[in-house]
């Protein structure tokens, strides 16, 4: 495929069934097509030169379904609800709900607990926060239009980072809120959360995004025993740790992006 259109082989293998095509060429052609009406135009003209009974059949489907069709109420139109499935899911809704009821929670007892020399809760909670809706951005087992969406053109990077950018956007502003509250520097969570959402796609690609979540939630509640217990700010939260932190967000965006592939594949998420 060139630059603005799609190749003759792509049009005339994809007339033909696309059996001559391997499955990234395909993926891709129909991605391609849905914002092409020249491609479109080419690849109709190829199937009614090429493949005279899909035309037939076409033709007798058509001539069948027009009188109904004529006699139906149009829909309304759905394109913000189009474009608002491109950024979220419903089986993210409940996800994100529980995720600011938790940072509700912190927020409450950082603001009645005993304050002096305690480390804020929601320090503690803020770099995994956005870890769960992550994971039901784009997991088989906690989204029921998982196998839909996965095999669909438009499924990949594009709508992975798409997603992860919708629940960024509802949980950041509320941390950001509970920080400016309760006295927490953005500076010593930020980073962290944004290096565990880059883990969590990273990893995601590999065992699947709820397997990953877990994962990374039990590493951080380990790491966090020891600061609950002493309450003393652990290492890890330190300022002077953050570049460590820029170098794990650097590794996660550089893992999700060598390995962009992986999102297309409706078996690579459980």
Same mark, same amino acid.
């Given at each position: 495929m060139n630059v603005e259109h799609a190749s003759a082989r792509l049009i005339d293998g994809y007339a033909h069934g696309g059996a001559d095509l391997v499955a990234d060429e395909v993926w891709a052609l129909e991605a391609h097509l849905e914002g092409c009406g020249v491609c479109r135009d080419r690849l109709s003209a190829a199937?009614?030169?090429?493949?005279p009974a899909v035309t037939a059949l076409t033709a007798a489907v058509w001539s069948g379904l027009e009188p109904r069709l004529a006699a139906t109420v149009p829909a309304p139109p759905r394109r913000l609800r189009a474009r608002l499935s491109s950024w979220a899911t419903p089986a993210m809704t409940p996800w994100l709900a529980m995720v600011l009821a938790v940072t509700a929670l912190a927020l409450v007892m950082d603001l009645v607990g005993p304050g002096a020399g305690r480390v804020p809760l929601l320090l503690l909670l803020a770099p995994v926060l956005p870890v769960c809706g992550v994971a039901a951005s784009w997991s088989r087992g906690l989204d029921p239009a998982y196998e839909l969406t996965s095999v669909t053109p438009r499924a990949g990077l594009q709508l992975v980072l798409r997603r992860t950018t919708s629940v960024l956007a509802v949980v950041v502003p509320a941390l950001l809120a509970g920080g400016w509250t309760t006295g927490v520097s953005a500076v010593q969570w930020l980073l962290?959360?944004?290096?565990?959402?880059?883990?969590?796609?990273a990893l995601g690609g590999l065992i699947g995004m709820a397997r990953?979540?877990?994962?990374l939630v039990a590493a951080w509640v380990a790491v966090m025993v020891p600061v609950l217990v002493t309450d003393s700010v652990g290492f890890v939260l330190r300022t002077d740790i953050l570049p460590v932190w820029g170098l794990v967000l650097a590794l996660g965006v550089g893992v999700v992006?060598? /390995? /962009?592939?992986?999102?297309?594949v409706p078996g690579g998420h459980r």
């Open positions: 199937v009614t030169a090429g493949v962290p959360c944004l290096a565990f959402t880059s883990m969590t796609l990953a979540a877990v994962a992006i060598a /390995r /962009r592939g992986a999102y297309t």
